[in-house]
């Protein structure tokens, strides 16, 4: 995880804070963000199979016998067609929240008497990232920490490449100076974590709390301003 998701986390950053410094993202530039997260996803990919398969390798070779051979009651098989058809389902659904969501963001900015990003950095921000937070608590219990470092590193690579690429595909992207406190902000914040996991390769408890303490006083300062 550490040797791919970081480099790739920081590019992402750099990349983005880039296509963002003179305050657009051009039709062009979403091109090239997208056309990296596909080199990027091809790699990770990539890394999986030669990972599986070396663990298979090792597996067969130490223990031949432990696996033991899937029986018709583990469960019942999926097929491809009801796989995607759940994942057109999940699709339009997104799309059909995402509208509401927007729409109820707006109208709550103007309603409150506050901008849109303001909210959007806050509220949005961290009701999105709930179903990551929930996945980061399952992988903890389960100790599986470097998912918990992947899903969180990668999460954001696609998010940066991906929604951004994507979005100024469609429309090119234009950003106001509400947004560059935000964007330095974020810069710091990304490398602090980067040196937090590099430093001792964990993070404690107190690491945890400063950071959760620095997001909360971002949050604050970013509303009152």
């Not at 429309?171 to 935000?182: D, K, N, Q, R």
């Amino acid at each position: 995880v550490l040797g791919t998701q970081i480099p790739a986390f920081l590019g992402a950053v750099l990349l983005t804070s880039g296509s963002l410094y003179d305050g657009t993202v051009s039709r062009f530039e979403g091109v090239l963000l997208v056309l990296l997260l596909g080199v990027y996803l091809r790699h990770v990919l990539r890394q999986s199979r030669n990972h599986g398969a070396h663990d298979a390798e090792c597996y067969g070779d130490d223990e031949p016998d432990a696996a033991p051979e899937p029986s018709a009651g583990d469960g019942p098989r999926v097929s491809l067609a009801a796989l995607i058809g759940v994942l057109v389902v999940a699709l339009v659904c997104l799309l059909t929240s995402g509208k509401t969501i927007i729409d109820a963001l707006i109208n709550s900015a103007d309603a409150v008497g506050i901008s849109s990003v303001k909210l959007s950095t806050t509220v949005l921000a961290i009701g999105t990232s709930v179903p990551e937070i929930a996945t980061g608590i399952a992988l903890v219990r389960k100790k599986r920490f470097d998912g918990l470092f992947g899903e969180v590193l990668g999460s954001n690579v696609f998010d940066l490449l991906g929604i951004i690429g994507l979005t100024a595909v469609v429309m090119p992207l234009a950003f106001g100076g509400a947004l560059a406190l935000f964007l330095v902000v974020s810069l710091v914040a990304s490398f602090a974590v980067i040196y937090v996991i590099l430093a001792d390769r964990k993070v404690s408890f107190l690491e945890g709390a400063v950071l959760l303490l620095l997001f909360a006083l971002f949050t604050n300062i970013l509303v009152l301003l």
